[in-house]
């Protein structure tokens, strides 16, 4: 009896650690594994295993996201208010530095993207702002990647969803002279 029972114990023990150790990470998605605190690796989609009470996992997704960035107030080159909305697609290239190199990957990105609109609509005149619109998104992509390359994320579009002309009778009267209607409102 204390045979069998030397040999069972032992076994359960193995098998416990076993299960305890196995981590299926999900098609989509990869883990960062930290060590008592410290990087260690990364787990790829399928059955890992890691250090049970030792090794703590974080699962993130690696698929393509979409950031929606609230209507924005922008002056243009030629002092005219207009907002634009926008909408963000982007995606994790590398957990790893997405996790380590930024504090808050989705406010960081849409702080960038709001000081970017800015940026580059107050390098363009109104008639610019409504008629040149596919080459100001691939502008601001080319500066939003650049700078979130750094993050461990690639951003993969930026659109243009929506510019409201400014509010007022004879302004918008040479708006509409000055800028043929595409569709925005």
Known sequence: ME?????????????????GSARVIEQGNKALVERLGRYQRL???????VVP???SIIVETVR????????????TRDELKIEVDAAVYWQIVDLKSAYYNVDDLSEALNNLVLSEIRALFGQVDLAQAFSQIESIQRMLLERLDEVTNTW??????????????????????????????????
């Open 43 to 49: 787990l790829a989609p399928g059955l890992n295993f």
């Open 152 to 185: 461990g994320i690639k951003v993969l579009r930026v659109v243009l969803q929506e510019i409201t002309r400014p509010p007022g009778g004879q302004q918008s009267n040479i708006q509409a002279r000055q800028c043929p209607d595409i569709g925005l409102s």
């Open 3 to 19: 045979t069998l029972l030397a040999l069972i114990i032992p076994l359960l023990a193995g098998a416990g650690y076993f299960a």
């Open 53 to 55: 009470f030792v090794d």
């Open 64 to 75: 393509e996201r979409t950031t929606d960035i609230q209507k924005q107030s922008v002056i």
